[in-house]
């Protein structure tokens, strides 16, 4: 069985830190690109960030490019997003997601697979 699962998120205040986990069960995750999206309340799902295979390429979006980093273990089957100088307006669920495209990685519609999500709460 295919599955990816989260884990990390909690509750932090603004200004704080998380890093927060995804590991891979039934497929390995160095063949795929992998990314993180978060869905806040009553928001569509959005893209965050995201690396290749090789870790040659990486992308983020405007609003988390210089506090959030994406990672990855391939050893170990592992993607990790850490996440500094958080903002209230990250309170979202976050899902970690495969896929092969480059081309659509800020698509996600085109991701096969996804985690359960794991819920991040950020005070003010």
């Known amino acids: 069985q295919v599955q990816l699962v989260e884990s990390g998120g909690a509750l932090v205040q603004a200004g704080g830190s998380l890093r927060l986990s995804c590991v891979g069960s039934?497929?390995?995750?160095?063949?795929?690109?992998v990314a993180w999206f978060r869905q806040g309340p009553g928001k569509e799902r959005e893209f965050m960030a995201a690396?290749?295979?090789?870790?040659?390429?990486?992308h983020y979006a405007d609003s988390v490019k210089g506090r959030f980093t994406l990672s990855r273990d391939n050893a170990k089957n592992m993607v990790y997003l850490e996440m500094n100088s958080l903002k209230p307006e990250a309170t979202a669920v976050y899902y970690c997601?495969?896929?092969?495209?480059?081309?659509?990685?800020?698509?996600?519609?085109?991701?096969?697979?996804w985690g359960q999500g794991t819920h991040v709460t950020v005070s003010s």
């Open positions: 997601a495969a896929n092969a495209a480059w081309s659509a990685v800020r698509d996600a519609g085109t991701y096969p697979c």
């Open positions: 039934g497929l390995a995750l160095r063949n795929y690109i």
């Open positions: 690396a290749n295979q090789w870790r040659s390429l990486s």
